[in-house]
Structure formats: C-alpha cells, structure tokens
C-alpha cells in the first residue's frame, strides 16, 4: 500500500533541537534523524500515517512555533509530505552514521558493511520502527551510565522498560549482563528488540522481550533484578515509579531517563518519595539521566 508514512522536515536554530525530538517523540514519530546545515539544524522524521491526518500535523506545527517564541527564538519551518513504505525504510537511513558514545560503544548501522578493525565493542543496530539510534541525549546518557554499571563480572539481571529499538538492552548484555528482560508497548518494538539481540549475536535466552509495560514483567514472575533501565517520557516514568519496588531489592540499581531538566526537580522528589536516592544527574543539552539506588 503506498503512502503510509508522513516524512517530516524540520528547519530550526540548533538551540531548538532537544524540544522539537521531545515534541516528534511524544507525537509518536519514529526514525528521526538530524544533521547541521550552519547555522540551522535539519531535522527528518517519519510518522505511521494511520490515525493522523494533515491537520494533526500542522497542530504540531504550531506547538513547535509556540515553543520557539516562549524562548524568544526564531520559529522552525516545518514541511511534510507522504510517501509509501519503501521511501520511508530508505529515506532515513541515509542521514544514520556510525556512532561513537562514551568510552566503549561503537553504534553501528546494520545496513553498512562491518569495519576491518575496531576497538570498541560494536553494537549493530537497526531500529526499523522502533524509537533508539543512539543519536538522542538521553540514549547516549544512559548508555554511559551502563557502562559504570555493568562488566563481565557483574552478572547483572536486568529489566528495560520501553525497550524502543532495544539498544539498552543489548548494550547492556554486550557489556556482560546476565539477563534482560525487555517490555514494550508497541509490538513493532518488541520485534526489533529481537531482531537486534540477534545482530549482535545475543542468546535468545539471555534477551527475552514481551510487548507490555511494568506490568506485563510483574505478570512474568522474573523476580528481584539487579537493575532497572526506563529512557521513556517523563510523565510515564512517574507513573511507574510506585511499581519499582515489585522487581526490586535492597541492592537494586536504575538508570531513567527520556526527562527534561525542567522536569528534573519533580521526577527527583517522586522518585525520592518512593525510597529511591537519586546518587547522580548527568545532563546533556536539555536531557537529563537520574542513576538511582535504593534508600
């Protein structure tokens, strides 16, 4: 069927860059991608069309400008258009480059032929569908908070809630995780999920992914784990914050983020209200990552 996809495009200050994927993410946009083009930010996005139409779209538009002038910026210029699936699968791919992030990842598109040599552990992705390259402030912060977290002594049993495109996941079980298990409440998430464990050669044992939330992993009895990882919107994160204390014990450690620092404050207190010491907040642009343990 052709035209399935909505392809945003995006021309802002670079300033404007962290609300504008905050805004596409919330608007429930996938494959986003953005390149400099001095002195603006390019941003592409790309949008399932069902369930949204023109008009929808231009609501966002006008979200996007009012965000801008609350900041006293200028307003980004916002296009869009549809095209069918094969157009969508080709047309992001093109702005995705191998990814350096922090001490030891190499993100590294599945599509590109695999380098000669490489130092870093290389984390083959193909996210489809699912929300994750790496590219996003908050993956990258809590892609370095695992590393801080988990070695190949470690032994780690670990839950990712909103799994996305599965990147912590399996970066997390690169590094020498145990276990994982990931939930998602879309199923095209899930699938990938999978689909990346098996990129990166992981035992399908050790990657088990269900679509669902907190919930659904309560509901699979998988016990206490050694570790929470939740990169999902701010005011989802809240909500699941009562729950923790189901999969959690007294040595129990998370990584959260997918917040914005004006958001901080309030994820802080919940999380504190609900025994967890928040032991460090890392920021990068306007994101932030909460590395919690138990009080």
């Known amino acids: 069927m052709a035209n399935q996809w909505w392809e945003i495009k995006i021309l802002a200050e670079p300033n404007l860059e962290d609300s504008i994927f905050w805004r596409l993410e919330t608007f429930g946009c996938r494959g986003t991608a953005s390149e400099q083009r001095d002195p603006h930010c390019a941003i592409s996005a790309y949008l399932p069309q069902d369930g949204t139409r023109s008009l929808d779209l231009a609501a966002l538009s006008l979200r ?12 980004p210029l916002m296009k869009w258009n549809p095209i ?14 191998p990814l350096d992030i922090g001490d030891r990842f190499l993100i590294y598109p599945a599509w ?5 040599e490489c130092d870093r552990l290389l984390l083959r992705l193909d996210p489809g569908a699912a929300f994750g390259t790496g590219s996003h402030a908050s993956t990258q912060l809590c892609l370095e908070s695992l590393e801080m977290r988990v070695n190949q002594d470690s032994e780690s049993v670990i839950a990712d809630i909103g799994c996305g495109s599965g990147i912590l996941s399996v970066g997390a079980l690169l590094l020498g995780a145990k276990q994982l298990y990931a939930v998602d409440v879309d199923p095209l998430a899930v699938r990938s999920t999978l689909r990346n464990g098996e990129l990166n050669n992981i035992d399908s044992e050790r990657l088990v992914a269900e679509t669902g939330s907190l919930d659904r992993l309560i509901e ?21 914050v009562p729950q923790f204390d189901a999969i959690s014990k007294p040595e129990t450690w998370g990584i959260i983020s997918g917040v914005l620092m004006d958001q901080a404050k309030f994820m802080a207190d919940t999380l504190e209200q609900h ?10 642009k306007e994101w932030c990552c909460f590395n919690i343990r138990r009080s």
């Open 64 to 75: 996007l400008r009012q965000d801008a002038l609350a900041i006293e910026l200028s307003p």
């Open 84 to 97: 069918d699936e094969e157009d969508w699968a080709s047309s992001w791919k093109q702005y995705w480059h």
């Open 112 to 116: 590109l032929d695999l380098p000669q």
């Open 220 to 240: 699979m009895d998988i016990g206490p784990v050694d570790g929470i990882l939740c990169n999902i919107l701010a005011e989802t994160i809240v909500e699941l």
């Open 275 to 284: 025994g967890w010491v928040v032991a460090t907040l890392w920021r990068r």
